[in-house]
């Protein structure tokens, strides 16, 4: 008996000790090197534009382009994470795998609370997935006509999925580059639109059951950015000084400019056939060289919120990470406001972003100094932190993160161009990519004489919101070693007015 009860004691021992190890299998991956601590990344292998973004049930689904056998782009699927909050994910299993019309690249997903695509049973509202098929056969054979719209459908909340039988549902006219649905529905028309990237421009197609598809109209192939292909449009409204105003937003690699990929928008009138631009200015979403591919959540109501891909092709193979590679900005909300008389997108962090913030130093009316140590501070944060600083007039100004090493970011703002900056040319590792070194500008667009700036550091990546959103950098770097010195440096002119700092608590 004593000989069974010790076989017992064992066995229970074996399965509590497999138990902990499954668990801390599970969250080692977060303490990687330059692991992100508040950026959603998978937790092993591929991952680039974020897909199908929706919100359901008090549920935000992020699906993203993922290569499950590899650290570099491969065989497209679509990866799946959820989030309550838009701030702590959950991995869940793949939600759509290649098949005999290719791999999955992007598009988006919406709800038919109506059923107008007759895929809902028993009264369970479809989830449905509007995706580009890629033919690699086809491609192989010199064929121009394999890519493809196609969707797919879920009636447990994108739990599990199911190909439509009918696929494709458009299909390729004879364009080499013709993808990235993203659909909405356009309640003035009673009609599904859908905003299709076709080689250098903008294709509207329109549909009343997201089966069969009319084409409405082109956009864009002689105005904006044309240093690359155009990828992952975005259309959706906002309000502008009481009046409904369209944005259309428009990846493009290459030909951002500080190179490499970069997502350009156009402010305009839509009426459900044809989008007219206000100007033909260019305008930027983001300066900084790693957000891309970024576009918004459906059902949201008003309220419009952004994710980007954290990354940029020009090396996005070969960043020196091990296990996975890629990962999201923040997620921001995006709203408009009129400068000068011109229409400009403004980005700011979600709201929920501050239930894991924590503010652990606050100064105000800082008497001129050409130097301000902030290092002490850095000592009782977890290694991921904001930083907020107000000047009161236009002088020049840096923030440098740094260490013993020599390894350094800087970040400021130059008087004489009227220019922020971010410098990565001595941040860490960059022996990967020769272009990846250097230092990145974006023209002040507020004529306000105060700067507001504010900073999200990760392991690495920073985040830059300037003049309450206005102006974004985003830009991941690789330090060698941790990041544990922080200074501002002034010009003798420059007037500190607040300097917040705030801790980040890892979401994992």
């Known amino acids: 008996m004593r000989t069974i009860r010790l076989l017992c004691f064992l066995c229970l021992a074996l399965t509590i000790g497999a138990c902990n190890v499954s668990k801390i299998a599970v969250a080692q991956p977060y303490n990687q090197t330059h692991r992100p601590q508040f950026h959603f990344s998978p937790k092993a292998h591929w991952m680039n534009d974020p897909n199908g973004m929706v919100y359901l049930n008090g549920k935000y689904h992020l699906f993203y382009q993922h290569y499950p056998e590899g650290t570099t782009w491969g065989p497209m699927y679509w990866g799946h994470a959820t989030s309550k909050d838009l701030v702590h994910w959950q991995e869940q299993p793949v939600a759509l795998s290649p098949d005999s019309l290719g791999y999955i690249f992007s598009g988006s997903a919406v709800v038919d609370h109506n059923n107008t695509s007759g895929l809902g049973k028993d009264g369970k509202v479809p989830l449905v997935a509007i995706f580009t098929h890629h033919n690699k056969e086809l491609e192989s054979k010199g064929r121009n006509d394999f890519q493809y719209q196609s969707i797919a459908y879920s009636l447990d909340e994108g739990i599990t999925w199911a190909k439509y039988a009918g696929n494709p549902v458009l299909k390729n006219p004879g364009i080499v580059d013709f993808r990235d649905p993203k659909v909405m529905w356009h309640e003035e028309g009673k009609k599904w639109i859908m905003t299709l990237a076709t080689k250098d421009r903008i294709t509207f197609y329109s549909s009343p059951d997201l089966k069969s598809w009319v084409r409405e109209s082109d956009f864009g192939a002689e105005i904006g950015a044309h240093g690359g292909v155009w990828e992952c449009p975005d259309l959706f409204p906002l309000d502008l000084d009481g009046k409904k105003t369209w944005v259309l937003l428009v990846s493009i690699n290459p030909g951002a400019p500080n190179g490499g990929s970069g997502t350009q928008y156009f402010t305009g009138d839509f009426d459900g056939k044809t989008f007219v631009p206000h100007s033909t200015e260019t305008k930027w979403l983001d300066y900084g060289t790693d957000n891309y591919a970024g576009v918004t959540w459906s059902n949201t109501g008003n309220r419009k919120v952004f994710i980007g891909w954290m990354n940029n092709w020009q090396y996005a193979n070969v960043v020196p990470t091990v296990e996975w590679r890629g990962a999201t900005t923040m997620a921001r909300e995006l709203s408009l406001t009129a400068v000068d008389g011109k229409a400009y997108l403004v980005?700011?962090?979600?709201?929920?972003?501050?239930?894991?913030?924590?503010?652990?130093?606050?100064?105000?009316?800082?008497?001129?100094?050409?130097?301000?140590?902030?290092?002490?501070?850095?000592?009782?944060?977890?290694?991921?932190?904001?930083?907020?600083?107000?000047?009161?007039?236009?002088?020049?100004?840096?923030?440098?993160?740094?260490?013993?090493?020599?390894?350094?970011?800087?970040?400021?703002?130059?008087?004489?161009?009227?220019?922020?900056?971010?410098?990565?040319?001595?941040?860490?590792?960059?022996?990967?990519?020769?272009?990846?070194?250097?230092?990145?500008?974006?023209?002040?667009?507020?004529?306000?004489?105060?700067?507001?700036?504010?900073?999200?550091?990760?392991?690495?990546?920073?985040?830059?919101?300037?003049?309450?959103?206005?102006?974004?950098?985003?830009?991941?770097?690789?330090?060698?070693?941790?990041?544990?010195?922080?200074?501002?440096?002034?010009?003798?002119?420059?007037?500190?007015?607040?300097?917040?700092?705030?801790?980040?608590?890892?979401?994992?």
Do not use: C
């Not at 306000?448 to 206005?470: H, K, M, P, Q, W």
């Open 347 to 508: 980005s700011s962090p979600v709201k929920e972003f501050e239930k894991i913030t924590r503010l652990t130093y606050s100064k105000e009316n800082i008497n001129s100094s050409r130097e301000i140590d902030l290092s002490a501070k850095l000592k009782k944060l977890n290694g991921s932190f904001r930083l907020d600083v107000s000047f009161q007039n236009k002088e020049n100004f840096q923030v440098v993160l740094s260490n013993k090493t020599g390894e350094e970011l800087r970040i400021g703002y130059e008087k004489d161009s009227n220019q922020y900056f971010i410098d990565r040319s001595k941040a860490g590792k960059s022996d990967f990519e020769k272009g990846f070194a250097k230092k990145h500008f974006a023209p002040r667009i507020s004529s306000s004489e105060r700067i507001d700036l504010s900073i999200y550091f990760d392991s690495a990546s920073a985040e830059v919101f300037v003049d309450n959103g206005l102006n974004v950098f985003t830009d991941v770097y690789f330090p060698e070693n941790q990041m544990d010195q922080l200074k501002i440096e002034t010009n003798n002119a420059a007037t500190v007015g607040r300097i917040e700092v705030y801790d980040i608590s890892s979401i994992w």
